[in-house]
């Protein structure tokens, strides 16, 4: 019983080696993936704090403002104003009614608004389509990344049967060999 329990011992060990070296590639794998996720993480965060040069920040601007009520409301009172000034204030107005020059400044307003608000809608549609594009890196790293851990759970499984099963033999070999002392006691006795 002491042989077998002397050749159990150094395999015993062996099988609890061989298990912490799987846990430490294991480990391994995790915190290297870990790192590329930061990576990846990194990159996108710095598309996002790009520097805006200044014409595209005024474009942005000019957009937000002359797409909103507060615009609208502002340019409403401004031609109501000038409506008023001219045809009830002024004995000679400036802009006599049809109010031409108005036209000539609303025309104006509008032709310079256009195309800076069609800048700025272009300058978020390249946006849009860059995080659109890392949107779809993060979710394909995330299926490989599921792929793998399916793998290693698969890798895992099949160790750990592998390593149960050469226990459940050891044991049943210990098992067969206090049988068999017992019976020799038995025999003797």
Request: glycine letters at 2%.
């Amino acid at each position: 019983m002491t042989t077998m329990r002397s050749t159990l011992k150094p395999t015993l060990q062996s099988l609890l080696d061989t298990e912490n070296k799987q846990q430490l590639k294991l480990n391994e794998i995790v915190v290297k993936s870990i790192e590329e996720e930061k990576l990846l993480s990194e990159k996108l965060f710095a598309f996002e704090e790009q520097n805006i040069s200044f014409q595209n920040r005024v474009a942005d601007r000019v957009a937000s403002f002359g797409g909103s009520w507060s615009f609208i409301l502002f340019f409403l009172g401004v031609m109501l104003v000038w409506m008023g000034v001219n045809l009830y204030f002024l004995s000679k107005p400036f802009d006599p009614y049809p109010f031409i020059l108005l036209n000539l400044v609303l025309s104006t307003v509008a032709a310079l608004q256009a195309p800076i608000i069609m800048m700025s809608q272009n300058r978020r549609e390249s946006k849009d389509r860059e995080r659109a594009r890392n949107d779809y890196l993060v979710n394909l790293k995330a299926e490989i990344e599921v792929r793998n851990l399916h793998q290693k759970i698969d890798l895992l499984i099949s160790e750990q049967m592998k390593t149960m099963f050469d226990i459940q033999r050891m044991q049943m070999s210990l098992m067969e060999e206090i049988r068999s002392e017992i019976s020799s006691s038995r025999k003797t006795h």
